[in-house]
């Protein structure tokens, strides 16, 4: 039997066996905390077409059962099927293009000339075995061995319980592994220990979480997986969050959610790969502040009440059974140092991903995710400051939107004549969204071909059919199916427009208060999402980013989980992450008077001030 | 209604009120792990006469119940009862000669010039709060004033999780608790903290377990409880213990068994003067080297095989969570250092509790408990040896031993013409059986007046009906009552013998070791369950004792206790304790030769070389 997905694509499916299980053979992963047990209710897709066997349907309502709705995990085919899953339920693991991308890394990791040197560390250890004569006990023996190597530890009671047995075992000849942030003995190993090791990179993002699976014996990014953020449910951006977490369960709540993302990715990828969670032993995550707040469980309210002070900056190193992640149970959890209350430690990744802080050339970094971060200066200081963007280039609050991956529409060129638009999509099969880059291209195409006005208003009486009036008021059709059109509405046009004016904005206060003008910027790195997709000129003329030389940009792509892929292999980069977090000097936009003038002269496209574009101003012809 | 016990006490029972409860309301504590749900079975008490309502048998078997076991918790009052408590079901809590007998323990503290300095310290801080030009993070705002006191600390998820809440309640100005062992934060607390808080003091003997609560502000010991180690139930001695602990399920049954003892005296203690368990903020466990194991849960396999190696001597402070006490969660749990496999904790708080390593004076402490420990030394020098003495003197297998309690005959005279006994019992009230001096006492009047020989036997044709035929041989009336007499029986008086042997065996051989004679030792001190009640005469005459003059001994009760007690109070010492178990050598005297030949000389009454036994031997008029 056969399931077809809406995109063409179409795999197949065996008697007695769930749409759960035929779509995880095919590498399709869907959410599901449950493990498969029908209760989460995770793991909901809509059946368009073909009969169906549902032995449970959990505490799906009447309406949605109505609507086709089954959970994958119950339900059996009888039949061909015609099958959609929702981007929610939707993991994504093993996106060939990102795998491949993460290789670069380890090229990066090299180039700071650093070794490998995760968060645990081990030193291999040869006791003289206890006589009559010499019967200290176990717990003397080993410190006494550890002080001829300057090595003092403290030794938890998850160590000291197995301790005897393990040094017999391996016949008082064993590896060590400590930790040596806190300086704490973890365990007692085989004295040549062969055992593979795996770490995980996170990156906590407000609208995605990316974990990447790394073999710590050398590097090697193994597998990437990515989600959305499930705290989504819960408000678009940090401020809705930490609204949600101050009433009643919230923070638990928010805490639960992403932890349950994360280890809803950390499934897939260890079943696919023949890992058993356990040899996870290490773990980086890095996110804005709140997002970090909300990982460890910890109270963000005072991040948004002057004067914006988070609990913490520099977290300590805990432990998995602290954060929930289902690793090994006492595997150290790095958190990426953050600055302030709203410059977190996805900025102080993108800083070392980029190297801008060990360069003599000034380079402003802009990280264009949820939040709009942005860092200026040089291997002397560092000024940092955030602006609130919103989810919009994530796909969030975008009808079609969607994340940078398969199915995604990438790019788009409007023809000035026809208004007909031409489309790349990620994966090259069918469009299911539209993601960052393809929503600045259009925005910037429509502008360009005369379908909205400066101020982004769709104008209504072009010669086109592409522009007509869909539930939310005017639309552009991107691209057209049968029922399962791809558009750009009139309220997805104003989101993008105010996200990319908050960017601008931001840039151009920062600046001002460093005394620095745009052309004193020798470099500029983008990073978000889309990183690599985007078409800078379009971006520049939009109005998104400042209309300096072309080959002044570079685009970087994710740098958080960079930044996390960093210091979950190297000592030498988490000094380097402390250091950069330590530098950096925080400035409050929201408290500047001057940040609503800038903000305003920005909504237009590309802004109301046009002696700031002059290389769009001459493309424009104005 | 009225329930009346074998010793003629009588207290009231209301309707509907259970057993358990009204003996709780009288101060007669059951152990009852579940709390009176009937579901753990340790209430068990025999109904002798009355008519009784049971609710719920539990697991009592049909053999149990015929015989009238029923559980406490379960069983109600019809009219008036006659009940009696087995030894093993009942606490020993607010022991009113127990707890005005620890008032001395103040004074010891006090003469070490130590001051109150408990495992939690307390620091007064006063932050200045963050403004938008000092905003930095909580968790770097408090580093940054403790630097200023040159106080580094780590800090664990449990307390940063509450920080910013706690902070901006107390505006700024608060309490701030961290354990200086392991130099971790541990709470923020108001400014001028009020809360009571306490502690809790452990003697974990092979036999008895004995828990001091303690005030930690004026070192006031607010009450005391004792209760058989229910351990007891896998054998007698370490030795049996240790083979339990390797089989299946043994070792966290084991350690099970004796947190749970602890945790059923802390219940009743608490309720008793209203503290919430959370206000129990620390707590030193003082044990033996098998015992401090078990209570951790630490393999102790090794300590009984050749070298006779523990896991460790000196413990990590761990804390409450890792134990299983049931306080306050994260509170400190230190263990008093231990020496070697068979010298643990209980003989270091004995050394400190005799402070024989600060004086000149070539002095011997015996600790008499289940093992028996020796140490000999003075303030340079101290050596040690352990031997085993069995359970014998704290009650164990002997037919009607007990602990010295109320209602344990603690001295016997026996009038030599009419063999008749003369008997004292603690409290005053009717004897229920007979403790360790009463044992002593009771042997040596028996030997004196001829009733057993040289050898223990008990001479059967003497004209008196004390002397009768009893389920195990031979047997001596101490207490007669109808139906519940108060016997030493012929195997009573054989283990009793053999234990003496073993301790004086192991005298004689370490004196010989470091080349001492008997009248080189300038003091004796002997600690143990009995210490204080014990006749020094009749234990010099027994054989037990070295027979030197009698105002070198010293009685200085139970000394594990008083070392748990100091090192809860104080830092000084718990250092002290430190330095005392890494001053002492140990010496094995199971793979000296010798000492069968030793042990084998002293199996007479009181010894075979009668050299040894001078004055002992005028007496006789031998």
Known sequence: MKVTFPDGKVIDIAEGESLYEAFKRNNIYLTASCGGKGTCGKCRVKVLDGEIRVENYGKLSQTERDEGIVLACQSYAEGDLSVEIPMEALLTVGDKIAVSRSRDLFELLKSYKAEISPLISRVRVQLPPPTLDDNISDLERLKRALDE?????????EFVSTMADKLRRYNWDFTLCYQKDSMEAISIEPPEAEDSRYGIAVDIGTTTVVVYLVDLSDGRVVDVGSTYNSQMRYGDDVITRIVHATEGKGLPDLRKAVVTDINDLIVPMTEKHSIRPSEIESIVVSGNTTMTHLFWGLNPAYIREEPYIPTANLFPVWKAYDSGIKIRRDAPVYSVPCVASYVGGDIVSGVIATK???KEEIALFMDIGTNGEIVIGNRDWLMTAACSAGPCFEGGGIKNGMRATNGAIESVKID????????????EGQPVGICGSGMIDAITEMFLSGIIDQKGRIVADLNTDRIREGEDGLEYVVYRDSGRDIVL???????LIRAKAAIYAGVSLLLKEVGFSLDMIERVYIAGGFGNYIDVEKAVIMGMLPDIPRERFQFMGNTSIAGAYLCLLSEQMRQEAEQVASMMTYMELSVKGSYMDEFMSAMFLPHTDMEQFPMVKEILGK
């Open 416 to 427: 000035r004549e026809t208004l007909e638009p031409e489309i790349k999509v990620i994966g």
């Open 149 to 157: 190597i300057g090595l003092t530890l403290s030794y938890p009671k």
């Open 356 to 358: 801008m802080h060990t």
């Open 489 to 495: 509405t009139q309220v997805d046009i104003e989101n």
